[in-house]
């Protein structure tokens, strides 16, 4: 009788909408251990499911605008007037 570790976690998200049906306070997130560890958000009124972001693919993105800004930022810098007296 050992079930509390494969058992998928459920909770409510406060607040969020169904992507699909706008439907509030509907939507909740799974954790599933089994087969695999998986995250996603399933909606209780339409049963949409969708995967969250995966945090990776997030950090990648991020990284990659943090490397659009620091561009942005050096050739604005270079472009800087400086008043003579
Ligand atoms: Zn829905």
Not at 29 to 57: F, K, L, S
């Amino acid at each position: 009788m050992r079930y509390q570790s494969s058992t998928p976690k459920r909770r409510f998200l406060a607040g969020v909408r169904c992507p699909k049906c706008q439907a509030l306070d509907a939507v909740r997130q799974v954790n599933i251990v089994t087969p695999e560890p998986d995250e996603y958000i399933e909606c209780t009124q339409c049963g949409h499911t969708e995967h969250r972001p995966d945090p990776d693919a997030i950090s990648a993105k991020n990284q990659l605008e943090d490397q659009l800004s620091r561009d942005a930022m050096s050739t604005g810098t270079s472009g800087t007037v400086k008043f003579k007296p």
